[in-house]
Antibody
Framework: EVYLLQSGGGLVQPGGSLKISCAAS????????MTWVRQVPGKGLEWVSS????????HYADFVKGRFTISRDNSKNTLSLEMNSLRADDTATYYC???????????WGQGTLVTVSS | DIQMTQSPSSLSASVGDRVTITCRAS??????LGWFQQKPGKAPKRLIY???TLQSGVPSRFSGVGSGTEFTLTISSLQPEDFATYYC?????????FGQGTRVEVK
């Protein structure tokens, strides 16, 4: 069964950095684009970033461009999001996801809460 | 960027009701739209992709129609497990954009 297990997250001060990860299993990881979606507490879903299967293609929402970096290690079946210059409004639950716009099943991680506060 | 305007933002309904949710795109997205359901404390789950194709395992009371700029998700007979928040997502171009969400509540 496909599984996306997220790690990282937690409390970080404004201006700080944090890296969250997503370990994938039971599918050929390098064949699929992966995505990060976030949700501010009590608010809607926001697309954050996506990366192609090879890792050569990346896309970012304007509100994270220049601050966040998406990457993947296909040898370790791991997706990462490096977050720098964090702001209070980055406080959210971050989800990794696969297959959001392809035929077939979509899969989501369990979500990880990132809290930016002093 | 493509804006997705979803309406209503919330609605109250009873079990057995027919429920309709609309998403309007600020430009033509053809059929590059998905519908997602999210329950409190849980990750979202896609119900429909390509605007009208039902995800495997999703009950047939859910249906999607539309193309271009106007899209509709219909629940033909609301069931207790359908009380949740629903989102549309366009994927014709980056940045991807979600609708604001529609919360379906018990009347």
């Amino acid at each position: 069964e496909v599984y996306l297990l997220q790690s990282g997250g937690g409390l970080v001060q404004p201006g700080g950095s944090l890296k969250i990860s997503c370990a994938a299993s039971a599918f050929t990881f390098s064949n699929f684009a992966m995505t990060w979606v976030r949700q501010v507490p009590g608010k809607g879903l926001e697309w954050v970033s996506s990366i192609s299967g090879s890792g050569r293609g990346t896309h970012y929402a304007d509100f994270v461009k220049g601050r966040f970096t998406i990457s993947r290690d296909n040898s370790k079946n791991t997706l990462s999001l490096e977050m720098n210059s964090l702001r209070a409004d980055d406080t959210a639950t971050y989800y990794c996801a696969k297959g959001l716009w392809y035929s077939g099943e979509d899969y989501w991680g369990q979500g990880t809460l990132v809290t930016v506060s002093s | 960027d493509i804006q997705m305007t979803q309406s209503p933002s919330s609605l109250s309904a009873s079990v057995g009701d027919r429920v309709t949710i609309t998403c309007r795109a600020s430009q033509d997205i053809k059929n590059n739209l998905g519908w997602f359901q999210q329950k409190p404390g849980k990750a979202p789950k896609r119900l429909i992709y390509d605007a009208s194709t039902l995800q495997s395992g999703v009950p047939s009371r859910f249906s999607g129609v539309g193309s271009g700029t106007e899209f509709t998700l219909t629940i033909s007979s609301l069931q207790p497990e359908d009380f949740a928040t629903y989102y549309c997502l366009q994927h014709i171009t980056y940045p991807r954009t979600f609708g604001q969400g529609t919360r379906v509540e018990v009347k």
